[in-house]
């Protein structure tokens, strides 16, 4: 059973920062895209970044872009998001993603799902 393992979410006020941490298998790492996707109350779930089975390469959404930051680190097989310049809005339920294509952030591509995690940004 593919697990992802989300950690780093909290209460932040604005113009700050988090890093988002998600942890899985070492297949799963090696062998999947993986993506971050967030999804506020009564809203549908956005891709926010994205970054490919190597690490050569990464996609980010729109509303995230020069403010967000994806990484992995291949010893720990775990996926990073540094957040930073939080903004009200960037408040949602944040989830971790192995992603089976590349560059699309569609949510209907994702074969795996972490639990989510929390990021509530106060103003």
């Known amino acids: 059973q593919v697990q992802l393992v989300e950690s780093g979410g909290g209460l932040v006020q604005a113009g700050g920062s988090l890093r988002l941490a998600c942890a899985t298998s070492?297949?799963?790492?090696?062998?999947?895209?993986m993506s971050w996707f967030r999804q506020a109350p009564g809203k549908e779930r956005e891709f926010v970044a994205q970054?490919?089975?190597?690490?050569?390469?990464?996609y980010y959404g729109d509303s995230v872009k020069g403010r967000f930051t994806i990484s992995k680190d291949n010893a720990k097989n775990t996926v990073y998001l540094q957040m930073n310049s939080l903004k009200p809005e960037d408040t949602a339920v944040y989830y971790c993603?192995?992603?089976?294509?590349w560059g699309r952030g569609s949510s209907n591509d994702v074969r795996y799902w972490g639990q989510g995690t929390q990021v509530t940004v106060s103003s």
């Open positions: 970054i490919s089975w190597s690490g050569s390469s990464t």
């Open positions: 070492t297949r799963t790492f090696n062998s999947y895209h």
């Open positions: 993603a192995a992603d089976s294509n």
